[in-house]
């Protein structure tokens, strides 16, 4: 088991950035495949990024391609998300996950969540 505490979420104008942050208990962290959700209310959970354990490969959902760029420091226990021209679309809570399996990009593939930082964009 791995606890996730996301932080770096707010409010930003169209076209900004934010950075959000995971951190995550334990010494396992390093053996976990760990990815960015996102959700709306009234709408399913969205697979928004993830990244190998050893940060060798990286997997983007075709929205946030080329926008966002999800990062990791093992030695840090540390998951990032660096987004970039943010759009009012991008509006929603982000979660942080973590996953045994090494691809991974549905929700129910992860076992660990966080609690969840809301991300609104103005336009």
């Known amino acids: 088991q791995v606890q996730l505490v996301e932080a770096g979420g707010g409010l930003v104008q169209a076209g900004g950035s934010l950075r959000l942050s995971c951190a995550a208990s334990?010494?396992?962290?390093?053996?976990?495949?760990m990815g960015w959700f996102r959700q709306v209310p009234g709408k399913e959970r969205e697979f928004v990024a993830a990244?190998?354990?050893?940060?060798?490969?990286?997997y983007y959902a075709n929205s946030v391609k080329g926008r966002f760029t999800i990062s990791r420091d093992n030695a840090k226990n540390t998951l990032y998300l660096q987004m970039n021209s943010l759009k009012a679309e991008d509006t929603a809570v982000y979660y942080c996950?973590?996953?045994?399996?090494?691809?991974?990009?549905?929700?129910?593939?992860?076992?660990?969540w966080g609690q969840g930082t809301q991300v609104t964009v103005s336009s």
């Open positions: 990244i190998s354990p050893s940060a060798g490969n990286t």
């Open positions: 334990g010494r396992t962290f390093s053996r976990y495949t």
């Open positions: 996950a973590a996953a045994h399996l090494l691809i991974a990009t549905m929700p129910q593939e992860y076992d660990n």
